[in-house]
């Protein structure tokens, strides 16, 4: 069945850029009826949609975090990344990946196991 | 952004209880509303999609309802597995947000 795994640094500096990977496996990061997401989760902001990715490259950012966040796709690798510039200890955060389906009606239904980022000197 | 507003925060009862969880939607959002279960340290598990359409694998003691603003999560006869978190969350605005959660306890 499908499965998403991050990676990437547990621990990134202040202003550097947090960079993370997640892997697509036991079915195509091409498929037409996927969206590709990443989530985080903090104390103190809960569960926070960072933004999502097709396939063909459309991005979808949260206007919030719109001018530090990158989310790119490799098809040939079944990844897609996560970058957040100039990090701030507000981005400490556990970050998910996550598939969204294309139909709207489904919420977010298969979630990597998270990986913990800490920024911090 | 479209604010969804749960409650309670927190919530205790015992095996066996019946419970219900509320979600507000700061604006319709007809039915794009999905809840979830979290355990500590584990991610979110997709429970109900579409307000009230379970998931498959879903225990049928879990049902969901209301479309609009307002949507409950219901649980019957609890089991010890269901103490967890339960987050709501809407797909229907541009800004995918979540609920802030609703910790249930054992009494």
């Known amino acids: ?121 | 952004d479209i604010q969804m507003t749960q409650s309670p925060s927190s919530l205790s009862a015992s095996v066996g209880d019946r419970v219900t969880i509320t979600c507000r939607a700061s604006q319709s959002i007809s039915n794009f509303l999905h809840w979830y279960q979290q355990r500590p340290g584990k991610a979110p598990k997709l429970l109900i999609s579409a307000a009230s359409s379970l998931q498959s694998g879903v225990p049928s003691r879990f049902s969901g309802s209301g479309s609009g603003t307002y949507f409950t999560l219901t649980i019957i006869s609890l089991q010890p597995e269901d103490f967890a978190t339960y987050y709501c969350q809407q797909s229907y605005g541009s800004v995918y947000t979540f609920g802030q959660g609703t910790k249930l306890e054992i009494k």
């Open chain 1, 1 to 121: 069945q499908l499965q998403l795994q991050e990676s990437g640094p547990g621990l990134v500096k202040p202003s550097e850029t947090l960079s993370l990977t997640c892997t697509v496996s036991g079915g195509s990061i091409s498929s037409s009826s996927s969206y590709w997401g990443w989530i985080r989760q903090s104390p103190g902001k809960g569960l926070e949609w960072i933004g999502s990715i097709y396939y063909a490259g459309a991005t979808y950012y949260n206007p919030a975090l719109k001018s530090r966040v990158t989310i790119s796709v490799d098809t040939s690798q079944s990844q897609f990344s996560l970058k957040v510039s100039s990090v701030t200890a507000a981005d400490t955060a556990v970050y998910y990946c996550a598939r969204i389906p294309h139909d709207y009606s489904i919420g977010m239904d298969v979630w990597g196991q998270g990986t913990t980022v800490t920024v911090s000197s």
